[in-house]
Nanobody
């Protein structure tokens, strides 16, 4: 079992930065693919970024490439999403997620591929 708790959301002006953290508990964190998704009101959950357990493979959603960076610290059991050059359209609830399968080579980009989810943290970008 993996439990995920996000933090770091808030209100920021367009062009600013925020750093989201996801604290994971559970003995298998270092063996799991971790990802970030977001969901704006009235919209589907959108893939943001994901990172393989080893950190050797990373994927980003097209709308955040070049602005967001995902990283992980397996010793600290955290995954971080650094968000720069934020835009009003980045406003959403951001969710941390984990794939249950250990040592997965694949880094999925679809929500149904993830088995564990955090409660989410609100990010609001004002224009």
């Amino acid at each position: 079992q993996v439990q995920l708790v996000e933090s770091g959301g808030g209100l920021v002006q367009a062009g600013g930065s925020l750093r989201l953290s996801c604290a994971a508990s559970g003995r298998f964190f270092s063996r799991n693919v971790m990802g970030w998704f977001r969901q704006a009101p009235g919209k589907d959950r959108e893939f943001v970024a994901a990172i393989r357990w080893s950190g050797s493979s990373i994927k980003y959603g097209d709308s955040v490439k070049g602005r967001f960076t995902i990283s992980r610290d397996n010793a600290q059991e955290t995954v971080v999403l650094q968000m720069n050059s934020l835009k009003p359209e980045d406003t959403a609830v951001y969710y941390c997620a984990a794939v249950a399968r250990e040592w997965s080579i694949l880094v999925p980009t679809t929500a149904p591929s993830y088995d564990y989810w955090g409660q989410g943290t609100q990010v609001t970008v004002s224009s």
